[in-house]
Nanobody, 115 residues
Framework: QVQLVESGGGLVQAGGSLRLSCAAS????????MGWYRQAPGKQRELVAT???????HYADFVKGRFTISRDNAKNTVSLQMDSLKAEDTAVYYC?????????WGQGTQVTVSS
């Protein structure tokens, strides 16, 4: 069982930056893809970004050029640097670890962007 703990959410003005971090309770094997998802009130959870063990990244179109995902395999952490934040980025952000049909989720961290 893998436990994921997020940190770094908060309130920021539009145009500002936040950095989210996620720590895994034990080592994540090279087979796991790590990622960040978000869920706004009344909306479905959506993919934000993913990163493989080797560092290959994928971003949702709505964050390309603004968010950067990174991963430290030695420390079992994944981070999301969020710049040029917009009001529509307001959501609960969830850390995710996935391997085939296995998926682990963190408890979520609130990000609120004021306009």
């Amino acid at each position: 069982q893998v436990q994921l703990v997020e940190s770094g959410g908060g309130l920021v003005q539009a145009g500002g930056s936040l950095r989210l971090s996620c720590a895994a309770s034990r080592g994540i094997s090279s087979s796991y893809v790590m990622g960040w998802y978000r869920q706004a009130p009344g909306k479905q959870r959506e993919l934000v970004a993913t990163i493989s063990f080797g560092g290959n990244t994928h971003y949702a179109d709505f964050v390309k050029g603004r968010f950067t995902i990174s991963r430290d395999n030695a420390k079992n952490t994944v981070s999301l640097q969020m710049d040029s934040l917009k009001a529509e980025d307001t959501a609960v952000y969830y850390c995710n670890a996935a391997y085939r049909t296995l998926m682990y989720w963190g408890q979520g961290t609130q990000v609120t962007v004021s306009s």
